[in-house]
């Protein structure tokens, strides 16, 4: 979600860009404080439960794979930026991330459930 955020505050940035205006390097910082932050939420969070619900002797194969789906998602994003450009790049981007973000807030409680905490 804190990435999705990163990208609307990009698009609303990219609305006050306009002709010969000039916005504030702030806007970046601003982008790249909530990136970071949202990668320290989820990076040790999901290699630890791809360890905690992998069965016996696949923990190794399963963080492979959450690093596996990073680069995917990142395969997707260079995609979707290739036919895109500024607002609409953005406000895109957001609107996939704010509700992916939600998905995983919502399957908390199930994956608390199966990790038996």
Known sequence: MLCGASFLLLALAATQATGTLHISIMWLVDM???QTL???FLSPTGLSISHK???AGMGSQLAGL????ASTGDAIGSQVASHLTGTTLYLTLGSLAVPAGCTMA????RIRALIQE
């Open 32 to 34: 790249y404080f909530l």
């Open 106 to 109: 919502v399957a908390t409680p």
């Open 66 to 69: 959450f690093f596996l789906s």
């Open 38 to 40: 949202g990668e320290l």
């Open 53 to 55: 619900l992998a069965p």
